[in-house]
């Protein structure tokens, strides 16, 4: 968008991801969600708690596991916010984790949520989107790409009933249509594919130049 306004043809090449290595899809537990990513303040972590909050009312037994480092600092805080929500057995800070321990992460949870603000692209995302996670995620210009074509949902996460209510009735739905779109957005990203897209500018470059 930025460079279309100075130049009449301009063509988007998204970030990649690799695929190979993720395990296949298992049957998930509904009431199981996973954050991956920074705890850094454009993520809103401290939303996410919240809303979390307002579904103990709806889904009593779920648990969500905040996978990721702390940045800023924000650690201790989320800690108490979360204490003072009630939520020290239902949200588990987990800290940063390695390659094989994110996997196993994703393996056992049956969505990923991001209420974040900002994101200039999103491959933890992509990646449980990858291994069939469903993405309940903020509304924003790269979340609205990622689950382009139905491979997820957008909440108002600013809203904490509102996007619990959203969420309750997402998790008692029939979800494969969801999951499996997910999974094709993901494969769009598959560094494979990229580099076919990124060798193929290239090509068309070299075929001008030579004209």
């Known amino acids: 968008e930025l460079f279309s306004q100075v130049a009449g043809r301009v063509e988007y090449v998204p970030n990649g991801i690799s695929l190979e290595g993720l395990p296949p899809r298992r049957q998930r537990d509904g009431g199981t969600f996973l954050y991956v990513g920074r705890l850094s303040r454009n993520k809103r972590v401290e939303r996410l708690l919240e809303v979390?909050?307002?579904?103990?009312?709806?889904?009593?037994?779920?648990?969500?596991?905040?996978?990721?480092?702390?940045?800023?600092?924000?650690?201790?805080?989320?800690?108490?916010r979360a204490r003072e929500l009630g939520l020290e057995e239902r949200v588990e800070f987990v800290g940063e984790k390695d390659r094989e321990g994110l996997l196993g992460y994703y393996s056992r949870a049956g969505f990923i949520v991001s209420a974040s603000e900002y994101e200039g692209f999103g491959i933890s995302i992509l990646e449980g989107m990858a291994m069939g996670l469903v993405p309940l995620l903020s509304d924003i210009r790269a979340h609205r790409d990622l689950v382009e074509g139905g491979g997820g949902f957008l909440l108002d996460y600013s809203d904490p009933e509102?996007?619990?209510?959203?969420?309750?009735?997402?998790?008692?739905?029939d979800l494969a249509g969801v999951r499996a779109r997910a999974r094709a957005r993901a494969e769009e990203h598959d560094w494979r594919e990229i580099v076919k897209r990124v060798e193929n500018i290239y090509q068309g470059a070299l075929s001008k130049s030579e004209g």
């Open 52 to 80: 979390f909050s307002s579904l103990r009312a709806l889904i009593p037994d779920f648990r969500l596991y905040i996978v990721g480092g702390d940045f800023e600092g924000l650690l201790p805080g989320l800690r108490t």
């Open 162 to 173: 509102g996007a619990a209510r959203a969420i309750a009735s997402i998790v008692v739905q």
